[in-house]
């Protein structure tokens, strides 16, 4: 597993275990990350109208088609590293 990869894992399980939850902004940022480091541009069509949720998760990894992979994980875990900083 590369250095990077291994970061990226490590901040997923840092995120869990945060004292306090980020706010709505920074989890659908982290949800984007994730998604375009783990599977690349967004795929399938965006949810309908009810579906609010679902829309705001297509819409924060939509933001970020053509990130490469590795330039996606590298941000996860910088705003992860941000978010273990403001708690201490």
Same mark, same amino acid.
């Given at each position: 597993?590369? =250095? /990077?990869? $291994?970061?990226?894992? $490590? @901040?997923?399980? #840092?995120?869990? $275990? /945060? =004292? #306090?939850?980020?706010? %709505?902004? $920074?989890?659908?940022?982290?949800? &984007?990350?994730? *998604? !375009? +480091?783990?599977? +690349?541009?967004?795929? &399938?069509?965006?949810?309908?109208?009810?579906?609010? %949720?679902? !829309?705001?998760?297509?819409? @924060?990894? @939509? *933001?970020? *088609?053509?990130?490469?992979? #590795?330039?996606? !994980?590298?941000?996860? %875990?910088? /705003?992860?590293?941000? /978010? *273990?900083?403001? #708690?201490?």
């Amino acid at each position: 597993m590369s =250095d /990077l990869a $291994t970061r990226f894992k $490590t @901040a997923q399980e #840092e995120v869990l $275990t /945060l =004292d #306090e939850a980020p706010d %709505v902004q $920074t989890k659908l940022k982290l949800y &984007g990350l994730y *998604k !375009q +480091g783990t599977e +690349g541009d967004v795929s &399938g069509e965006r949810p309908g109208a009810i579906n609010f %949720v679902g !829309q705001a998760k297509y819409d @924060a990894w @939509a *933001k970020l *088609k053509g990130l490469s992979s #590795e330039a996606a !994980q590298q941000q996860y %875990v910088a /705003l992860v590293e941000q /978010l *273990k900083a403001a #708690e201490g």
